[in-house]
Each structure stands twice: as C-alpha cells, then as structure tokens.
C-alpha cells in the first residue's frame, strides 16, 4: 500500500480484516505515537495558471495519515447527479462506470466508521444515515442559520468526522492530538495493531517494476540509503492524484515507454481542483460568534438553472483583523497602486478599523466544480522524489461559472454584512482529483472499474485519482468509500 491516507490506510485495514497482509509505504517520517510533533513537511508542487510562470505551491502533506492528519474533516455526500447522467441534467463525462446505488452503501459504511456528525440535509433524498448529534450552535451562527432559513434557504449541520470529545477544538487545518477528528492514522493503528501489517515509514516510492501484465515489485528509497526493491503480488496506489499519477509516469519500461498505464496518453490529465470562493460573513447585532467553528452548510446553490455549481459551508475561521488585511493586501496587489510598495504597510490602520467597527465574522467557502479537461494535467517527469509540475487553465465556461456562483452567494447574503474575502481564482489544491479516471474503454480510461490498472493483474488505485469528475463536494467521503470499495474487489479476486 503506498500512502497512508484516507484512501491507504481504509483499504489497506479492510484487507488486513479481510485476512491478508499488508505493508503499507509512507514517505512520511511522522510515528504515529508522536505527542509533540515537529512541524508537518509540505509536499510542493510548481504550478503554471493560465501560462504564466510557474511558482511553488503546498499541495499535500508528508506523514504517516497523508493530508487527512490536517484536513478538515468535511465528509460530504456527493448528489447523484455527481455521478450519473440524468434528464436535464447531463453529466460531463456521461456519467461513472460506477453508479450511485453501487456506491451508495459504501458511502453509509464510511459514514458508520468515522461516526459522522450533523444532520441531514434536505435537498438530498438520498441523505438517510443516522448523524452523532453535533453541539449546539454558538448566538452567531444560530442567528445566520435562522436568517437564511426564513428567507427560503435549507442550511443544516455540516457533516463533520469529529467525535466532539470533551474539549474538542474541532482541530482545522492542524493535528489533532485526543483522536477526536477521523482521520486516516485511526484504521491504520488499527490494522497494525492486528500483527498481519507493517508501516515502512520514512520511504518513498521511486518505481513499479513490471513482469508482462503483473507488477513484480516497487522501487523505494530513503536519503541516505541504497534504493531496495520490494517483491509483492498486488499494489496499491494510494498517494493523492497528484502523487500516484506522478509515480505512475516515472514508472517506464519497454512494455510501458511513458508509464504505466499511459498507453493513450491521458495519464495525469484531466486534473481537476475545486475553485474556493471564501467570504466573511456577520452576524446581526453582533451576535457573539464561538464554537463550534466549522458548524453549517448549504446545497441551495447545488445545481443553478441546470448549471454545475457546489456547495457553501463554514471553514472553521473567524474573519479577524489578520484575515481583513490580507484581503485588503490582496485587493492592493491586483489594483492600480501595486507599484506604490511603500502604501502596503499602512494598510494595517484600514484593517484594524474594519475589524473593530465590523466585529467578528465567520468565514464561508463556496465550492465550485471543477470539469475534467485533458490540457489540465501533470506534466511527465523522471523523479518522483522532486515537486511534480503542474499546468493548469481556467476554461472559459469555468470563469462564467464562477461569476454566476459569486452573484448566488451575494444573493444569499443579501441584508447583511458580507465581502468576499478572494478576488483572484483560488484552485483548492487539497482536492486534486482525476488524474487516472476509471472507466469501460482503456482508450478513454485509465483505470477499470475496481480500479485496476487497464492492462495488468494486480495494480490498483485507491485515492482521489479514479475520478472522472470532481462533483460539488469535498473529496473525502468518496475517496474513503471508494477504497473500501477497491478492497472489497481484491479480496473477490484473490
């Protein structure tokens, strides 16, 4: 298994339950019993948008439970129309090889393991599991839900993997240390706790070897140490799109001149990001703002007059004086007074008044869809062990989408206080998704429909790069699911 991610780490504890043994891979050095960690190692990655020069971007996280050690914990249902085409309502890639119904219990199971907390959310016939109850909301956050409700609008508790144990502090964006938030080192402890698997950490994956059609064994190394050669009769691939797509290109061989399963060419296309619209929104009469942070979504803005949009829910931030400036900087840095450098510094006094006459404010993000487009990719490379390089172009009807999408959110909003917090296109780069689609036909497809490798026996993926297209909901359900999914269609096949 190489990641130790959402996707490794639950395929790999269900083929561990499932009776088989199981080494999982971690470039990560992070021991799963650290209690006071040194800082997280970034992964980068050099981006080029729109063909502009490239710069270095964090894209994931190195340590053992991958970027799920930090995320956010947002476990959202996708709609069926995420994977299916419907009557007025097409599909852009004609739908999944894998329906929703297929899917469908794996999304109830991965909702059982994390013990997902919330409520149901209305708009979604299909959202019938059974929610841990959530605290209650804080003054603030109570009086914006009602606001939104009385004027037509569905809000509801977001779908959270966090226990809420006594003094949970939600944990955004950073470790938690109680085991509250379900990320993925909890199926990992657990399938190392069995004696039937191991975690090499500290180890990256340099290359597949190849036999014909079955993988023989993968190349890992470790600084300062020879490269070694490790002989399996199955892999998995479980290292984030970007990571996996980025192994798979590097993996050349006579059978396989530009990587494995790159025989039509579209490994490492298609890559899809969510584009993040964040905003500061306020309470009325200052309505005091506490925890929880990360406490309400919405589907209203789902699906607008039978155009993709997504979903808009809390981050888990508070829009302070910190917050003010950098979006006054941000507003400074794309305006005609950018060459003034020597203005930037006073932007401070503008922020602290701002946030004294305005208050607190919860910040909301909107998620946008992103579509699949073969220009977007990762570009080939012969090292797994440097940043890949991405190149990236906003589509023309991705733009459109976004203007329509803001103008919803400002309708949404109307009648207090509220400002977008981004100008600028943001490509939310933990959701990279769709750099080895599955499908039918290995000539439009990379990976088939468990999630093999067109063309060989025993090489499966398991994270976020099987999916042709990134619906309008965070990743994380669907990778978790998926790979319980994957695991349950090797152990058929053993």
């Given at each position: 298994?190489?990641?130790t991610?959402?996707?490794?780490?639950?395929?790999g504890a269900r083929l561990v339950?499932?009776g088989m043994?199981?080494l999982f891979?971690e470039?990560?050095?992070?021991?799963?019993?650290?209690?006071?960690?040194?800082p997280l190692e970034?992964?980068?990655?050099?981006v080029?948008i729109?063909?502009?020069?490239?710069r270095?971007v964090?894209t994931?996280?190195?340590a053992v439970g991958?970027?799920s050690?930090v995320?956010?914990a947002?476990?959202?249902l996708?709609?069926?129309?995420?994977?299916?085409?419907?009557?007025g309502i097409?599909?852009?890639?004609g739908?999944?090889?894998v329906?929703y119904?297929?899917?469908?219990?794996?999304f109830?199971e991965?909702?059982?393991?994390?013990?997902i907390?919330?409520?149901?959310?209305?708009l979604?016939?299909e959202?019938r599991?059974?929610?841990?109850?959530?605290?209650p909301?804080?003054?603030?956050?109570a009086e914006?839900c009602d606001?939104?409700?009385?004027?037509?609008?569905h809000?509801?508790?977001?779908?959270?993997g966090?226990?809420?144990?006594p003094?949970c502090?939600e944990?955004?964006?950073?470790e938690c240390q109680?085991?509250?938030?379900?990320?993925?080192?909890q199926?990992?402890?657990?399938?190392l706790?069995t004696g039937?698997?191991a975690?090499l950490s500290?180890w990256t994956?340099?290359?597949?070897e190849?036999?014909?059609?079955?993988?023989?064994g993968?190349?890992v190394s470790?600084?300062?140490?020879?490269?070694?050669?490790?002989a399996?009769d199955?892999?998995?691939?479980a290292?984030?799109?970007?990571g996996?797509?980025q192994l798979l290109?590097?993996?050349?061989?006579?059978?396989w001149?530009?990587?494995?399963?790159?025989?039509?060419?579209?490994?490492?296309?298609?890559?899809?990001?969510?584009?993040s619209?964040?905003?500061?929104?306020?309470?009325?009469?200052?309505?005091?703002?506490?925890?929880?942070?990360?406490?309400?979504?919405?589907?209203?803005?789902?699906?607008?007059?039978?155009a993709?949009?997504?979903m808009?829910?809390?981050?888990?931030?508070?829009?302070?004086?910190?917050n003010i400036?950098?979006?006054?900087?941000?507003?400074?840095?794309?305006?005609?007074?950018r060459?003034?450098r020597?203005l930037?510094?006073f932007?401070?006094i503008?922020a602290k008044?701002?946030?004294g006459?305005l208050?607190e404010a919860?910040?909301?993000?909107g998620?946008?869809?992103?579509?699949?487009?073969?220009?977007?990719?990762i570009?080939?490379?012969?090292?797994p062990l440097?940043?890949?390089r991405?190149?990236?172009g906003?589509?023309p009807e991705?733009?459109?989408?976004?203007h329509?999408?803001r103008n919803a959110?400002?309708e949404?909003?109307r009648?207090?206080r509220?400002f977008?917090?981004n100008?600028?296109?943001?490509?939310?780069?933990?959701?990279?998704?769709g750099t080895a689609?599955f499908?039918?036909d290995p000539?439009?497809?990379v990976l088939?429909a468990d999630?093999?490798v067109h063309?060989?026996?025993n090489?499966?993926?398991?994270?976020?790069?099987?999916?042709?297209?990134?619906?309008?909901v965070n990743?994380g359900l669907i990778?978790?699911a998926n790979?319980l999914?994957?695991a349950d269609?090797i152990v058929?096949?053993?």
């Amino acid at each position: 298994m190489i990641g130790t991610g959402l996707g490794g780490a639950h395929a790999g504890a269900r083929l561990v339950e499932a009776g088989m043994k199981v080494l999982f891979v971690e470039r990560g050095t992070r021991a799963l019993s650290d209690n006071a960690p040194a800082p997280l190692e970034q992964l980068d990655a050099e981006v080029m948008i729109d063909g502009k020069g490239a710069r270095r971007v964090p894209t994931s996280i190195s340590a053992v439970g991958g970027t799920s050690v930090v995320y956010a914990a947002s476990l959202e249902l996708p709609a069926r129309h995420d994977l299916e085409d419907l009557e007025g309502i097409p599909h852009p890639t004609g739908g999944w090889i894998v329906g929703y119904d297929r899917f469908i219990p794996y999304f109830s199971e991965a909702r059982r393991l994390v013990g997902i907390s919330g409520t149901p959310n209305v708009l979604c016939p299909e959202d019938r599991d059974l929610f841990v109850s959530p605290p209650p909301l804080c003054a603030g956050d109570a009086e914006i839900c009602d606001d939104l409700t009385r004027r037509g609008y569905h809000p509801y508790r977001a779908h959270l993997g966090i226990a809420y144990q006594p003094q949970c502090q939600e944990c955004i964006g950073r470790e938690c240390q109680q085991a509250c938030k379900a990320d993925a080192r909890q199926p990992l402890q657990r399938a190392l706790s069995t004696g039937r698997s191991a975690l090499l950490s500290g180890w990256t994956a340099q290359q597949i070897e190849i036999d014909g059609e079955t993988v023989s064994g993968v190349v890992v190394s470790r600084a300062g140490q020879e490269p070694v050669i490790l002989a399996t009769d199955r892999v998995v691939l479980a290292g984030g799109a970007i990571g996996s797509a980025q192994l798979l290109l590097a993996s050349r061989s006579t059978e396989w001149a530009d990587g494995i399963g790159n025989r039509t060419g579209l490994l490492g296309r298609n890559l899809m990001f969510h584009l993040s619209e964040r905003m500061a929104v306020f309470p009325k009469h200052r309505a005091p703002l506490g925890f929880p942070a990360k406490s309400l979504a919405l589907r209203d803005l789902y699906l607008r007059d039978g155009a993709r949009m997504g979903m808009v829910q809390s981050m888990g931030l508070q829009a302070d004086y910190g917050n003010i400036l950098m979006h006054l900087r941000s507003r400074f840095d794309a305006g005609r007074l950018r060459r003034a450098r020597v203005l930037r510094p006073f932007l401070r006094i503008p922020a602290k008044v701002a946030a004294g006459v305005l208050g607190e404010a919860r910040v909301f993000v909107g998620i946008l869809e992103d579509l699949p487009y073969e220009t977007n990719r990762i570009l080939p490379g012969s090292n797994p062990l440097e940043p890949p390089r991405i190149v990236y172009g906003v589509a023309p009807e991705l733009a459109q989408r976004r203007h329509r999408f803001r103008n919803a959110i400002r309708e949404m909003f109307r009648g207090r206080r509220f400002f977008f917090l981004n100008d600028d296109i943001e490509l939310n780069y933990g959701h990279a998704c769709g750099t080895a689609r599955f499908g039918r036909d290995p000539r439009d497809s990379v990976l088939d429909a468990d999630c093999r490798v067109h063309g060989l026996r025993n090489l499966y993926v398991a994270d976020a790069s099987f999916m042709p297209s990134s619906t309008g909901v965070n990743p994380g359900l669907i990778i978790l699911a998926n790979s319980l999914r994957v695991a349950d269609r090797i152990v058929a096949a053993r």
